[in-house]
């Protein structure tokens, strides 16, 4: 049975020096964190390429029209959807890009729901139309593992259609998910092999290198990528935000980190008499259900108020407001 031996992590919490100093040497940005992601693939020239090698497109994408994510409709606002970039092609293809931190209910159903708004609005108002659509993508790079049965343990690319269940046969390429599983990327520098190793790499590792890697330098996407990411370049205002981020990153990460832990632990016990493999399940299971309780109240701790609680954790502020009340 394994215990618990870390000291629990709320948000604001220094201990880690380490880390501290980790980020205050670093050369590139974190892409993970919310504004060296935005910053990283807001660029026309990262882009492109890092959708093609991702979504695999029926034709190369050449050039991107960054929109506002506001068009989704004023659902966000209150369901706290993980939009962080919407954009269109050449074609008028829409694209929507999203990383997000942790595990979420129905959150196959969360991708259809805020996906359908971009289908919906391809509508024109007050015109006959005879349903052509554009294609709507939704990537998701996630730092957690999904938990849905059948999938393999060791993918971690998955793309999703609208398909005939029995002979396998597409029923419609207008509408596509693709999810990207970070935790199950686990190759070092010395074992890449193909482009969309090289991406995922540096998204897990770029804030912890030095220098652009030797392999990095022969490709002038990857050049490009290396270059927007050096946190030197950065304007005060931007040092600024970068910093926020990686504040934030750090928080969420570690009570997630922590909370992961302590239930899995939880379980391990409740589920002696049922075998060790089935107490890992429960325990991993409550941990995914009460993760946000813990990283709410320990936002709250530090100060912050519903509305930045809600922006960080995804949840809206009526749920942050709910939960911060069951403890009154």
Same mark, same amino acid.
């Given at each position: 049975?394994?215990?618990?031996?870390?000291?629990?992590?709320? @948000? =604001?919490?220094?201990?880690?020096?380490?880390?501290?100093?980790?980020?205050?040497?670093?050369?590139?940005?974190?892409? +993970?964190? %919310?504004?060296?992601?935005?910053?990283?693939?807001?660029?026309?020239?990262?882009?492109?390429?890092? +959708?093609?090698?991702?979504?695999?497109?029926?034709?190369?994408?050449?050039?991107?029209?960054?929109?506002?994510? &506001?068009?989704?409709?004023?659902?966000?606002?209150?369901?706290?959807?993980?939009?962080?970039? +919407?954009?269109?092609?050449?074609?008028?293809?829409?694209?929507?890009?999203?990383?997000?931190?942790?595990?979420?209910?129905?959150?196959? &159903?969360?991708? *259809?729901?805020?996906?359908?708004?971009?289908?919906?609005?391809?509508?024109?108002?007050?015109?006959?139309?005879?349903?052509?659509?554009?294609?709507?993508?939704?990537?998701?790079?996630?730092?957690?593992?999904?938990?849905?049965? =059948?999938?393999?343990?060791?993918?971690?690319?998955?793309?999703?259609?609208?398909?005939?269940?029995?002979?396998?046969?597409?029923?419609?390429?207008?509408?596509?998910?693709?999810?990207?599983?970070?935790?199950?990327?686990? /190759?070092? @520098?010395?074992?890449?092999?193909?482009?969309? %190793?090289?991406? *995922?790499?540096?998204?897990?590792?770029?804030?912890?290198?030095?220098?652009?890697?030797?392999?990095?330098?022969?490709?002038?996407?990857?050049?490009?990528?290396?270059?927007?990411?050096?946190?030197?370049?950065?304007?005060?205002?931007?040092?600024?935000?970068?910093?926020?981020?990686? +504040?934030?990153?750090?928080?969420?990460?570690?009570?997630?980190?922590? &909370?992961?832990?302590?239930?899995?632990?939880?379980?391990?016990?409740?589920?002696?008499?049922?075998?060790?493999?089935?107490?890992?399940?429960?325990?991993?299971?409550? =941990? @995914?259900?009460?993760?946000?309780?813990? *990283?709410?109240?320990?936002?709250?701790?530090?100060?912050?108020?519903?509305?930045?609680?809600?922006?960080?954790?995804?949840?809206?502020?009526?749920?942050?407001?709910?939960?911060?009340?069951? /403890?009154?």
């Amino acid at each position: 049975m394994s215990k618990l031996t870390s000291k629990k992590k709320v @948000a =604001g919490d220094s201990t880690p020096k380490s880390k501290a100093k980790e980020a205050k040497e670093a050369v590139y940005m974190n892409p +993970l964190t %919310d504004f060296g992601f935005k910053k990283l693939f807001s660029d026309v020239e990262v882009l492109p390429p890092f +959708l093609n090698a991702t979504i695999w497109p029926d034709s190369p994408i050449v050039k991107v029209e960054l929109r506002p994510t &506001e068009q989704l409709g004023d659902w966000e606002s209150e369901r706290r959807a993980v939009v962080d970039l +919407l954009c269109t092609n050449e074609r008028g293809e829409f694209f929507l890009v999203e990383m997000q931190y942790a595990p979420q209910k129905h959150f196959a &159903e969360r991708l *259809l729901f805020y996906s359908s708004f971009l289908v919906r609005n391809q509508a024109p108002k007050g015109k006959k139309w005879n349903y052509e659509l554009k294609a709507v993508y939704v990537l998701s790079l996630l730092n957690f593992r999904l938990d849905i049965a =059948g999938l393999d343990e060791q993918q971690v690319i998955s793309r999703v259609c609208l398909m005939e269940e029995r002979v396998h046969v597409k029923f419609s390429d207008k509408l596509r998910f693709i999810t990207i599983e970070l935790p199950k990327f686990q /190759k070092k @520098a010395n074992e890449l092999e193909t482009n969309i %190793d090289h991406w *995922l790499y540096y998204l897990k590792n770029m804030n912890r290198l030095k220098e652009a890697p030797a392999t990095a330098k022969e490709s002038s996407v990857f050049q490009r990528l290396f270059d927007v990411a050096q946190i030197n370049k950065l304007t005060p205002k931007e040092m600024e935000a970068y910093h926020k981020s990686v +504040l934030e990153y750090d928080d969420i990460v570690e009570a997630l980190d922590y &909370e992961r832990e302590r239930y899995q632990a939880i379980g391990e016990k409740q589920g002696e008499k049922r075998g060790k493999k089935q107490g890992i399940a429960i325990g991993e299971k409550r =941990g @995914a259900k009460k993760v946000y309780t813990e *990283l709410v109240f320990s936002f709250s701790k530090t100060g912050f108020p519903p509305e930045e609680i809600a922006r960080f954790t995804k949840l809206s502020v009526k749920r942050v407001q709910t939960i911060l009340q069951s /403890k009154k």
